[in-house]
């Protein structure tokens, strides 16, 4: 079995519901507390042993090139003034010269095709998805934990969570098999199904690891919901060919694609921190008190 040593990175997107805060910048660059969004998949891509960063990048996404890069008058400046902690931030940001590719999707024809685009890049490897806009706090890093699951089962392996039963139309469902402990069997996946033609309530959330042979099906460039080019599409189409396995996501996913999740987020990330988190809390009882 092939290790998982590449993950694809897809950017492209427009951000839409983000609007004007993403007009010029790139949603997966917002903060939550003072890291953008990008940077938390990477670091859990890297705790998972990720030694290839394949970024699928659109019209107006520089700025994240330039986040892992060096940034040679930042440095010399905080050099200057002894600013060693900030210097050790930024250098735990940067990705090694030659472990980061940027491909463009040109057109943001959906999360199937941005994946599909970075097909030469990934050969004939198994390799991972992370969406940025899914932050997920956990004590183990989810992708840590799917390659250990790629270990035990082989195959294409999604993480799961449940969702309320009217939310079904806002994800990719799975019909679920056997479950065992925390890994579901998957014998179908359907795209924003309707609540009562749902399979089941578990939505894949945006981690994957798969089989190159998915490129094969996102090569035919088949519509789906939303008229998108969508990852599930082709995901069910390998249905049969080898494994396909969801984990039970062991951590909270944020839905930072949306206002109200990137808030949530915000407050948790804030919380969690040693520096910030008490006086956080204060403030918020306060705002709270005052808020109608
Ligand atoms: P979203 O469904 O959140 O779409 O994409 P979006 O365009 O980013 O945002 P809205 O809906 O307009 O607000 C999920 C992930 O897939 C990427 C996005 O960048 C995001 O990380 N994506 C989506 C692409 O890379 N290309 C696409 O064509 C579509």
């Not at 199904?193 to 460039?221: C, E, F, T, W």
């Not at 396909?244 to 694609?257: A, I, K, M, N, Q």
């Not at 040693?274 to 005052?290: F, I, K, Q, S």
Request: aromatic share 6%; net charge negative.
């Amino acid at each position: 079995m092939k290790p998982v040593r590449k993950a694809v990175f897809p950017v492209g997107g427009l951000g839409t519901r983000f609007l004007p805060a993403t007009k010029a910048l790139p949603k997966e660059m917002l903060p939550v507390v003072d890291k953008p969004l990008i940077e938390y998949a990477v670091e859990e891509a890297r705790a998972a042993g990720i030694e290839e960063f394949i970024f699928v990048t659109g019209r107006g996404k520089s700025a994240i090139e330039d986040h892992f890069d060096n940034h040679y008058e930042l440095e010399q400046t905080l050099g200057e003034r002894g600013k060693e902690d900030q210097l050790a931030l930024l250098n735990a940001s940067k990705l090694e010269p030659g472990q980061v590719a940027y491909v463009r999707q040109m057109s943001p024809l959906g999360l199937g095709h941005a994946v599909w685009c970075a097909r030469n890049l990934i050969n004939d490897e198994p390799f991972a998805v992370l969406l940025a806009d899914d932050l997920i706090k956990a004590d183990k890093p989810t992708l840590v934990e799917m390659v250990e699951a790629y270990e035990e089962h082989g195959g294409n392996v999604v993480s799961l969570m449940e969702v309320p039963d009217d939310h079904t139309s806002r994800y990719g469902i799975v019909d679920p098999g056997a479950m065992n402990g925390p890994f579901v069997e998957i014998n179908g996946l359907v795209e924003k199904p309707d609540p009562a033609d749902a399979p089941s309530n578990l939505a894949i959330v945006g981690r994957y690891i798969l089989q190159p042979s998915i490129m094969h099906h996102l090569g035919k460039g088949k519509t789906g919901a939303g008229n998108e080019i969508q990852l599930t599409d082709s995901m069910l189409e390998m249905i049969g060919e080898a494994p396909f396995t969801g984990l039970r996501l062991s951590g909270t996913r944020f839905d930072c694609g949306t206002k109200s999740g990137f808030l949530e987020a915000s407050v948790a990330y804030g919380l969690a921190r040693d520096d910030l988190g008490p006086d956080l809390r204060e403030r918020l009882l306060a705002v709270l008190e005052t808020s109608h």
